[in-house]
């Protein structure tokens, strides 16, 4: 019997592997940002690409994210597909008006006459004691502002399709990926960051939430690291007699609200769980959602786990007790499903 | 060097033209707003800030371009849409709110956009500059030898933007041209209070070698053409980016319907003497045996042109609600 090849890859890994083959087929797709080159990426999402495209398609910049990120909307503009990379998305504060105030509002401000096909690949979240100014994911505060898809993948496999499909989409698309999800070495090397990916070119829509295990007693919901907790705690909720569904989000932008609803018409309860400030974010915008068009299906209030309005404090135990994880899921979705 | 009679009839007719439709501008965005100026109401609404008096910078320049060079501009564009060939009754048209616009109504005076002519704006002081820098990478990347213009205030020269912009652009090594028009003020505040260097084109200097500088004294249509016409060959060939100032002059506020209690009692007045236009007109017929009939001709021609503009404007109609709703995703 032939057993049909199944091949691992880290999410860092897949992240590349889908840039490389954009590259390829492609010519007009180029990734410009700081120690993309040799270096690979501070978190590996431009691995080994130099070698092969060299430093005219593989541009390291300067520490000059206003300067790259607006030549990338520039290039755009001019029909290139550029894909810049933010190191980590807490150094916005420089370059946001590149990023928001161009390139969300430019193809909206000319009318539609002006398309700016870029991605802007950034590395998000904590849980590593890197502290307040290098562990946000700031999903929430890229969503609120319209004009920019915004994307952070779980799966080494959605990392590599979802980053095909960026590349491909005729809009600016905020690619969030998890630092603690990219695999490397010198990280906490967890499950979820390793997994099949396929070696041929494929797309995985963005926009689609995935519904990771389906169950019938409580809507868990997550993204990145809290789908990777939700997913230990879906086996421990199991455990104890407590049949949860769990949903990946995926994308934040467009947001697949149909998922969600769908799931809480037939459970009935809903934990949201999102490594972001709680205030004004995610969570409260699926709750707020879930109000608007599915309260008469639930049958107890929605839960949210998120961060307490705090910055990311440095201290491990600190940072251990505002994060969300599956222990804390466990629990909220125990008192869920017994209301 | 010598500039040919076609070159010096368009610096005049596209001069004059800029000129006309700024002072139509202003008083159309009066209608509406007297006895009492509100900024939001009347024909034209919003902020609007006019470019008379500084038509050289934008022709001085232009006449080099070909449409495919690229252009981005800032909050005072006018001149050099104009000068770019972006289409003047779309131009207009958008600048009323009307659907027939460039952006169907959704950009307004500072957000022009006419991929055609690759122009583009910005209202944020010094935003403009990495673009056009990316919009020369771009074209580098595609092996053309089209080039790119910023034009920014003196204000924008003192942003962050600005050296990230030109150490990139010299790093590598784009077809990138910034035009600095230095017309005194940052709204309010005088360029003496506001820059440490006595004109801009000295920064290039910190750019590196391939990096050139030129300065435009006067306000003269003439210098700042020959300037401008080594800087764009430069970039064509490839020998890298330049800085150009220009020494202008803004006869109007900031914006309209600025008090101007900064400025010295008299300075726009002394300024008007020296209005660019009708010297450059007297040049012509000095220097360059320019008659009467052609130059009117050429005064009426520009006239007409923005008449129509204006009048295809109004006509138009503002757009339908639920476009509000349109283009936020291609």
Known sequence: METEKKRSLTGNKAMSEAIRSEMERDENVFVLGEDIGEYGGIFGSTEGLIKQFGPERIMDTPISETGFIGAAIGAASEGMRPIAELMFVDFFGVTMDQIYNHMAKIPYMSGGNVKLPMVLMTAVGGGYNDAAQHSQTLYATFAHLPGMKVVAPTTPYDLKGMMISAIRDDNPVVFMFHKTLQGLGWMDQLDTSIGQVPEETYSVPLGKAKVIKEGTDVTIVGLQMTTHFGMHAVKELEENGINAELIDLRSIVPLDKETILRSVKKTGRLLIVDEDYKSFGISAEIAAIVAEEGLYDLEAPIKRLAIPDVPIPYSRPLEQYILPNAEKIVQAATELANE | ?330
């Open chain 2, 1 to 330: 060097m010598t500039i040919s009679r076609k070159e010096l009839s368009w610096m005049y007719e596209t001069m004059y033209k800029s000129r006309y439709y700024e002072d139509e501008m202003e008083k159309t965005y009066t209608e509406g707003k007297t006895p009492v100026f509100n900024i939001g109401s009347g024909t034209v609404p919003g902020e609007m800030h006019l470019s008379t008096g500084q038509e050289p910078a934008a022709i001085g320049i232009s006449v080099h371009l070909r449409k495919d060079d690229i252009v981005a501009s800032p909050h005072r564009p006018h001149h050099h849409a104009i000068a770019k060939g972006v289409d003047l009754k779309r131009m207009t048209a958008e600048i009323f709110g009307k659907k027939t616009g460039l952006s169907k109504g959704k950009g307004g005076h500072m957000h022009l956009f006419d991929p055609a002519v690759h122009f583009s704006c910005s209202g944020i002081v010094g935003a403009g500059l990495p673009q056009a820098a990316g919009a020369a990478l771009a074209a580098k990347k595609k092996n053309k030898d089209s080039v790119a213009v910023a034009y920014i205030g003196e204000g924008a020269a003192n942003t962050g933007s600005f050296h990230e912009s030109l150490n990139l652009a010299s790093l590598w090594n784009l077809p990138y041209i910034v035009v600095v028009e230095n017309n005194s003020y940052g709204i309010s505040v005088p360029k003496s209070a506001s820059t440490s260097v006595a004109s801009n084109d000295l920064r290039a200097s910190a750019y590196g070698d391939n990096v050139k500088g030129y300065y435009v004294k006067d306000n003269d249509p003439i210098a700042m053409y020959h300037a401008s016409k080594e800087a764009v060959e430069r970039a064509r060939k490839g020998e890298g980016p330049s800085i150009i100032e220009i020494e202008t002059y803004r006869f109007l506020g900031h914006f309209q319907g600025d008090a101007e209690g900064y400025r010295p009692e008299g300075e726009v007045e002394e300024l008007r003497e020296k209005d660019p236009i009708p010297l450059f007109r007297d040049l012509l017929m000095k220097d360059h045996s320019f008659k009467e009939d052609e130059l009117v001709s050429l005064e009426e021609k520009a006239k007409g042109e923005v008449d129509e503009a204006y009048a295809f404007a109004r006509e138009s109609d503002y757009p339908d609600l639920e476009e509000a709703l349109d283009n936020v995703f291609i």
